[in-house]
């Protein structure tokens, strides 16, 4: 036991105990510190309570301003991504402690973090088990554990729960990232806003760095070789045409983590090793994943865990748009709380009998329930892209000569401000059509580079303009390769593991993956795709999301030839409900 000094603050009209500072032992010795909170108990009692832990690098302190700031949704210059160890004041009002820590390496708790996820260093989950350990021990919590927190918080939870310590008796994840490698590249895209949560840019704070923070790759290679690595890594045009990542390259001190990101561009073992989804399948205990529509690449990743997790009671949420949460964190908690009262406390709510999987559609803004994703049956159609930006369920009969390839041409965003951008569009729809699921777009399209991205977007319009994204998919050209084994025409899976430059001229099939959604396409609405190999910074979208949440564009000139002929049968592969009208 560690002797605990508890102080009372104000929190609006509650009154909160808190003690700074724990000294967290771990198993070899490292202390990690944590901040504790709960019910203010009568003079010289203390009442044992469930805890729930948060577990981050972005810094104790930081959390506590949930106890003070009013929560900002983006697009608020004050919303900050790092404030996600939810509502302190909420936790202690349901009468659980509320034990915030910082992971080894950062903040005020010593030893060393060696790159992303400390894959280099001490496991981030069996710190995790030492931490839950001891604060079930303590008198002021009553042995059983739980835990809290969005994003990085959620992945702990994951990366925790795989450890199977005693005292954790469930978890729920809201926002969560999996996948560690899809959580940086999508589709082999460079996506910048990791860099921002690590290194405190566009609307995040960043880690709680210290100089125990280090990079992997320069613990694991020599000065000579990591010299030769970023010379190779400076031959790509994309980085040579982003400053920030030029810099990075050159001066990887105070940006260890973003520079072992930037060093990575292929998938393979220095992602899979500790890749939460791969340790989903040793998690024992009762799960809730919680996800939000509208950054279909981290539903793609949810949805994968949850069909990992081997759990006899787990349960799926995914939630209406907009994608960000508000900051300090607040959503989700009421069903957190239900779902802990019943596996912490034991109140039988009911929750452990309802469905497993809800899934918030969004046209009819409706639930709906079943028990996996998609949860009811879809059949897949077809959309072609077709000459004077028309998409239709029917084939074009033309051949190239006469349903000529459009295409488009896209200068670096060094020397224009224009992401060029081909659009399609549906006819308005008139009846309301249900689409639910993963989905594909086979692309046929010849570069006069190696290599480009191929971004697509696909968007709900409706009567007037307004428009609202549905999902997306990315690819970026050289890393076309496909998993035959795995993939289906409906929804193909790439390896991502090496490059292979495209050959200028040839055209080339793309199969990107079409990441999950559900929506209602209502009355007079436009189903509407949209490509190009850069993404606008700022647009309907974007604006909901941090400042540098966009992917990194393509650093040369490109032209872009699309077919969508007879031969060439570019389409989309979408989920529609089978009771859907659809045409």
Known sequence: MTDTTWHTIQAGEQQIAVTKNLRIPMRDGTALVADAYRGVDEPDAVTPRPALVALSPYGKELQALALTMPPQRRPSPMWDGCIEAGDIARVVANDYVHVIGDLRGSGGSEGEHIGNYNAGGVPLGQDAYDFIEWVAAQPWCDGNVGMIGISYFGSMQVLAAAERPPSLKAIFVSGGHYDFYETTYHGGIMWLMPRAAREGRGGDSGWAFTDRVKSRMLETYSAEDIEKLVAERLQDPDIQSWPNLVHTLHYPTNHEAWFDIVMNDVDGPWYEERNPVN??????IPVWLQIDQ?????????????DRIPAANKKLTIGPYPPMQSRPFIEEHDKMFRWYDKWLKGIDNGIDTEPAVSVFVEGTREYVEGDAFPPKPVEHRELFLRPRGKLSFEPEAMGVEHAAPGGFFQAPLTVTDKVEILRWSTSVFEEPTELMGTGAFHLYAAIDQDDTNWIMRLWDERPGGARQLLTTAYLKASMRELDLERST??????????KVPVEPGVIEEYVLRVYPFAATILPGHKIVAELSCNEPLFDDHNALLPPDAFHVPVGRPVTHKIYRDAAHPSRLVLPFSVDSAGE
């Open 489 to 498: 025409p409906d929804s193909p899976v790439h390896p991502l593991t090496r």
């Open 279 to 284: 340790l989903a399948e040793n998690i024992d």
């Open 294 to 306: 509208g950054r279909g690449w981290t539903m793609d990743g949810t949805i994968e865990c949850f």
